[in-house]
C-alpha cells in the first residue's frame, strides 16, 4: 500500500479517505470547527475526528478496532507539538530514521515531528477484536507558552522541542484522570453551539492535567533543589536572557549568579529542562519568530538582533525548529 502525504491540516481526512480507506468512509462536519471520518471496511472499523479549537489547540481523537494485522504508511511534514493519550492496544510506529516506538495502552507521549519523515504503523495480531483509543492535542510552542503564561515548559516538552532527531518523544505513565477526559470527548453528543464550547473547555482542561502530570514527573525524578539554588538558577536564566545577543561563557555566568559550573550545568538543566546553551539557542529562535512576525526587519536584522553572525547558520536554525524558513513567517 502506497504512502499518503500528510501535512497536518483537515484535508488529511480526504486523503486517507481516498488513498488509504479506498472511499469506504463517511465524512460528517459535526460543528464549525470539526470534522468526523468514520469507516467499516471488511477488517477494520472505527473514526477520527478532529477539531481545530479558537484556543489555538488541535485536538483529535480516534477510535479502531481490526480483524486482522495490517499496516499504513504516511509521508509527514514538520509538526506542530504533539501530546497524545492511548488507551488500548496500540501500533508500532516505525519512522525512516529507523526510530521506533511503541503506542502502547495506557501510554501518554510528548512528541513533535520536526523535519519530514515517513511513519509506518503496524497493527499487530495483539490487538485483534480489540478498540484502540487515541486522543491527540496539537499547539506550538508559543501559543502553549501564551496559555500557560510562561516561558518555562516542563523539561520533557523542552527536550523533545530541543531534539535535533526527526520524530523525539517522551513517555509518561497514565494518570486516570486523562482517562476520564477522554471518555468526556469521545462521548460528547453535544451539538451545535454548545458543542464548540464544550470542546474548547476539555480541550484547555486535558492539556492543563497533561502539564501538570510532567511536572509531577519531572520533580519526582530531578535532583533535590534548594530554594537557594532555584533562586541563583533563575538568576543565571534572566542573566542568558538579557544577553541573549552576547551571552557569558559558561564559568563566567555561574560566577555572576553565585553558583559553581557544575551546579550551574546540572541545576539549569533540571530546572529548565535544557542545557544553558540549549535554552538560550530555543529562546532566541523563539525572539526571532517574534519579531519577523513584526515584519520591522530584515531576515538579516533579526538574525543579528538574536546573536547569529551568520544568516545562512540562522536560517537552518530556524526552519529545523519551525519547519518553514524564516523568510516564510508571516
Known amino acids: 500500500m502506497g504512502a499518503v502525504t500528510l501535512d497536518g491540516s483537515q484535508a488529511d481526512l480526504d486523503r486517507i479517505a481516498d488513498r488509504v480507506l479506498n472511499g469506504a468512509t463517511a465524512v460528517e462536519t459535526l460543528s464549525p470547527v470539526e470534522r468526523q471520518m468514520g469507516w467499516n471496511m471488511l477488517d477494520r472499523s472505527g473514526f477520527t475526528r478532529s477539531a481545530a479549537l479558537r484556543s489555538g489547540i488541535g485536538l483529535t481523537v480516534t477510535k479502531l478496532r481490526w480483524e486482522r494485522p495490517w499496516s499504513m504508511a504516511f509521508d509527514h511534514g514538520a509538526s506542530r507539538l504533539k501530546f497524545i493519550v492511548t488507551r488500548g492496544p496500540?501500533?508500532?510506529?516505525?519512522?525512516?530514521?529507523?526510530?521506533?516506538?511503541?503506542?502502547?495502552?495506557?501510554?501518554?507521549?510528548?512528541?513533535?515531528?520536526?523535519?519530514?519523515?515517513?511513519?509506518?504503523?503496524?497493527?499487530?495480531?495483539?490487538?485483534?477484536?480489540?478498540?484502540?483509543?487515541?486522543?491527540?492535542?496539537?499547539?506550538?510552542?508559543?501559543?502553549?507558552?501564551?496559555?500557560?503564561?510562561?516561558?518555562?515548559?516542563?523539561?520533557?516538552?523542552?527536550?523533545?522541542?530541543?531534539?535535533?532527531?526527526?520524530?523525539?518523544?517522551?513517555?509518561?505513565?497514565?494518570?486516570?484522570?486523562?482517562?476520564?477526559?477522554?471518555?468526556?470527548?469521545?462521548?460528547?453528543?453535544?451539538?451545535?453551539?454548545?458543542?464548540?464550547?464544550?470542546?474548547?473547555?476539555?480541550?484547555?482542561?486535558l492539556l492543563a492535567v497533561m502539564v501538570d502530570r510532567l511536572e509531577e514527573g519531572e520533580r519526582a525524578a530531578s535532583p533535590v533543589l534548594s530554594a537557594h539554588?532555584?533562586?541563583?538558577?533563575?538568576?543565571?536564566?534572566?542573566?542568558?536572557?538579557?544577553?541573549?545577543?552576547?551571552?557569558?561563557?559558561?564559568?563566567?555566568?555561574?560566577?555572576?549568579?553565585?553558583l559553581n559550573e557544575a551546579k550551574l550545568k546540572a541545576g539549569f538543566r533540571a530546572l529548565f529542562g535544557d542545557t544553558v546553551y540549549g535554552y538560550l539557542r530555543d529562546r532566541r529562535l523563539d525572539e526571532a519568530h517574534r519579531l519577523l512576525r513584526q515584519r520591522r526587519y530584515s531576515v538579516s536584522e533579526v538574525a543579528a538582533r538574536v546573536g547569529y553572525v551568520n544568516p545562512s547558520k540562522f536560517a537552518a536554525a530556524f526552519r529545523e525548529r519551525f519547519g518553514v524558513p524564516p523568510s516564510h513567517v508571516t
Do not use: N
Open 90 to 205: 496500540g501500533p508500532w510506529l516505525t519512522t525512516s530514521d529507523g526510530e521506533r516506538h511503541h503506542l502502547e495502552g495506557g501510554s501518554f507521549h510528548v512528541s513533535q515531528i520536526r523535519r519530514p519523515v515517513r511513519l509506518q504503523f503496524d497493527f499487530d495480531e495483539r490487538g485483534v477484536d480489540r478498540d484502540h483509543e487515541q486522543l491527540s492535542l496539537e499547539i506550538d510552542r508559543l501559543r502553549l507558552s501564551e496559555l500557560l503564561g510562561t516561558q518555562i515548559l516542563p523539561a520533557a516538552v523542552e527536550r523533545v522541542l530541543s531534539s535535533p532527531r526527526a520524530y523525539p518523544t517522551d513517555a509518561q505513565p497514565v494518570m486516570p484522570a486523562l482517562f476520564q477526559l477522554i471518555d468526556e470527548i469521545v462521548h460528547c453528543d453535544a451539538r451545535g453551539p454548545s458543542r464548540q464550547l464544550y470542546l474548547e473547555a476539555k480541550g484547555l482542561e
Open 229 to 258: 539554588d532555584m533562586d541563583r538558577l533563575e538568576r543565571a536564566r534572566q542573566i542568558v536572557l538579557a544577553r541573549m545577543d552576547d551571552p557569558p561563557r559558561l564559568p563566567d555566568l555561574a560566577r555572576l549568579a553565585g
